[in-house]
């Protein structure tokens, strides 16, 4: 398997090479007006692209089967088989093929090349000028990923496992490996990290097209037009990563939280964010013929971005929970296709930059035009930022924050007050004119969304002031970390006015997502449909309109959760004897443990767990026996027999308002129980928010003609 999944990777990498030639010949032949010897070269170029795939692909295939028939030959799948008695085992055998640094990035580099073989599919009998240079620009990016994997061992998924190692019937002696990390055996984990990696992987193809659009020199919508999907696909998949490792981390990390600011969920922010910047200028290029440099950059930011989170990740040279052991030639390869993609991009815009000059781009800031540049610099600065504040522990000292690590609450301070404002920017962008906005349209727009909004806004201002302010002032009184955290915020007025901005950009967010929403079905009700059928034909017939509305009506209920899950968690450890009937109280809650467990599983595993009944506080602290049960938690504590690594096993207890978190975390000196109890103010608005932010763009990228109906969006 060792000699076979390395011949299959080299043969990868070399297929490459004659595959950029045959595609870029096209394009230089083709421009010489010899159309039939360019469709020719370029057809070879594609089968090129498909060989390329396959090869690949195989490779990816002996990982999989590798894993599946617990065949230990290969050391990557001894170092990440799922040592475990779990129902799921099966899928944490698949997820091995990509737990590990080695396996990611075949996995990455495998789905590069399948969104190439698709491009090459799509185009076969166009064959025209633009695809193959954007195919072989991927190629190249192929290339470099591939030289990465055969160049060092540190990323060679085929090294064989020494023979030391392994018993004379295949299987490994006893000690020689751990197996996967214990953290990775959950099911979000199965479907994070590949939703995240094709997210990563299609963000090549715009870049690609964007180059190709730049060596071409058709800088019409066209390349816009190829890439765009592909664009708002990868985008999904990207938040449906974020989403599912925001879960896991909450579930499975034990902290209470679901965003800690890491490097590597940094990187994944980062990328996000230059994705939105270049969703929305891919949608003004082909609907109005402006943001064509806008387009341009925020592809090649985005996948820069990409590049970094992967140089973040292979280098060594940012701390992170991610993060694999330092290599020199990961650290070279992707820094060095970084800067290659930054300069190759500079020179090509100033080599084509008279063809690059646009007129009337943004007449007026209080215009859809204004407003999605705003948007766009806020994500294009944000993420830069982000970028920069994640780094900084590797640069110079004489750099600004060079040479330190910036905590979380720097994070936050800036990411607060500028989510605020991009809410904000999200709720108007659609009720402006496109290249000006009439007063009068404006106010006829916007006054029913003020009324809903203001009315939404009192509504949360009723929970702001009776439970999240309550909530900030206990947790100041108590002292502790958690009130020096909150005090390196700024003064209580400030920290609770930035919550107020963004609880007003919330309210006119949903209001005007409603609003429009609802005005799109009155259209289609004025045509003799039920509202269930203008409904229904409203997603069917305008799904990009209706579609994007649904998505930021998921986003303003998303940043009320931030706000809450964010800003005003009350946290506490409580010490309990290991004893039933032992209770504590925490913020209104009563927690009496009913029985303790201390077992170990199939893999010797000692699995320590403590049972409780969850009730209501009364007034003197004691539990309120007349309001009786209103839940159970069963948090819990594995400790690795491999590695003695400790796992823990949060328990939750969800109510409409907020969450009871609690995490077991061992046995304190004396004996007792040691549990971390938090509270978390309107977390389950993140998840259905994210579900609804997913939900809408999906339905944007369904392939139906769009009618004009949501007139919001097509009057000037």
């Not at 009871?660 to 549990?675: E, H, I, T, W």
Request: charged fraction near 10%.
């Amino acid at each position: 398997m060792s000699s076979l999944g390395t011949i299959l990777q080299i043969l990868a990498l070399i297929a490459t090479i004659p595959a950029m030639v045959t595609l870029m010949a096209s394009v230089a032949v083709s421009r010489r007006g010899r159309a039939q010897q360019a469709s020719t070269l370029a057809n070879v170029g594609f089968l090129l692209v498909f060989a390329n795939t396959l090869l690949l692909t195989l490779c990816v295939g002996i990982i999989l089967v590798c894993f599946l028939t617990e065949n230990m030959t290969l050391s990557y799948v001894a170092m990440n088989f799922p040592e475990t008695d779990s129902a799921l085992k099966p899928l944490y055998q698949v997820a091995g093929v990509w737990a590990g640094r080695q396996g990611s990035l075949l996995f990455w580099t495998w789905l590069i090349s399948l969104f190439a073989a698709a491009t090459a599919w799509r185009r076969m009998r166009q064959t025209d000028a633009l695809t193959c240079a954007a195919l072989a620009v991927t190629e190249l990016v192929i290339m470099l990923f591939a030289c990465a994997m055969v160049l060092s061992d540190a990323n060679n998924a085929f090294i064989a496992t020494p023979a030391q190692y392994l018993n004379a019937d295949g299987t490994l002696v006893a000690g020689a490996s751990t197996g996967m990390n214990p953290l990775l055996l959950h099911w979000a984990m199965v479907l994070h990290p590949p939703a995240t990696f094709i997210g990563y992987a299609g963000c090549t193809v715009p870049f690609a097209y964007a180059i190709a659009a730049l060596i071409t020199g058709d800088l019409s919508a066209r390349w816009v037009e190829h890439a765009d999907r592909v664009a708002v696909f990868s985008f999904i998949f990207l938040t449906i990563g974020m989403v599912l490792g925001a879960v896991w981390a909450y579930v499975v990390l034990g902290w209470g939280g679901f965003w800690a600011w890491d490097a590597v969920e940094n990187a994944s922010f980062m990328s996000w964010l230059t994705a939105i910047a270049m969703i929305h200028s891919f949608t003004l290029y082909r609907r109005r013929g402006v943001f064509r440099r806008w387009s341009l950059f925020a592809a090649t930011i985005t996948f820069i971005f990409v590049v970094l989170g992967t140089f973040i990740t292979r280098s060594g040279l940012v701390q992170s929970v991610h993060a694999f052991a330092e290599d020199p030639v990961s650290t070279y390869f992707f820094l060095g296709i970084m800067i290659s993609a930054g300069l190759a991009f500079l020179l090509l815009m100033l080599y084509r930059s008279a063809a690059l000059t646009e007129e009337d781009e943004i007449e007026s800031l209080a215009s859809k035009n204004g407003s999605y540049y705003l948007t766009n610099l806020v994500c294009i600065v944000g993420a830069c930022l982000v970028a920069y504040l994640t780094v900084s522990s590797a640069l110079p000292s004489w750099l600004p924050l060079g040479g330190q690590v910036v905590s979380a609450g720097v994070y936050n301070a800036v990411a607060r007050p500028a989510t605020a404002l991009f809410g904000l920017l999200m709720a108007m962008c659609p009720l402006l004119g496109w290249r000006k906005t009439d007063g009068a349209a404006f106010w006829r727009n916007f006054r029913v969304p003020l009324i809903v909004g203001a009315v939404v806004f009192v509504a949360l201002e009723v929970f702001f002031f009776a439970d999240l302010v309550p909530a900030y002032d206990a947790t100041v009184a108590a002292g502790g970390d958690t009130a020096a955290t909150l005090a390196e915020q700024g003064p209580r007025l400030y920290y609770l006015a930035v919550a107020e901005v963004s609880l007003v950009a919330a309210a006119l967010l949903f209001a005007s997502s409603a609003y429009l929403l609802g005005r799109g079905v009155r259209a289609r009700a004025s045509r003799g449909e039920n509202p269930a059928q203008a409904v229904v034909n409203l997603f069917r017939h305008s799904p990009a309109q209706a579609g994007g509305y649904l998505a930021h009506l998921g986003c303003a209920i998303a940043l009320v959760g931030l706000v809450g899950s964010g800003m005003f968690v009350q946290e506490q450890t409580v010490n309990l004897a290991a004893e039933e009937g032992a209770h504590a109280t925490v913020a209104g809650y009563a927690l009496t443990v009913t029985g303790i467990e201390d077992t170990f599983d199939a893999e010797d595993d000692r699995v320590m767990t403590v049972e409780l009944a969850v009730g209501r506080a009364a007034a003197d602290g004691e539990p309120d026996e007349a309001a009786g049960t209103i839940g159970t938690l069963s948090p819990a504590i594995e400790v690795s027999a491999a590695t003695q690594q400790q796992t823990l096993h949060a328990s939750v207890l969800t109510f409409p308002t907020e969450d009871l978190f609690v995490a077991f975390q061992g046995l304190n000196a004396d004996g007792s129980l040691s549990l971390s109890v938090k509270v978390n103010p309107l977390i389950l608005c993140n998840w259905i928010g994210g579900v609804l932010c997913i939900a809408g763009i999906v339905l944007a990228v369904v392939p139906r003609r769009a009618t004009p109906l949501l007139a919001a969006d097509e009057r000037g």
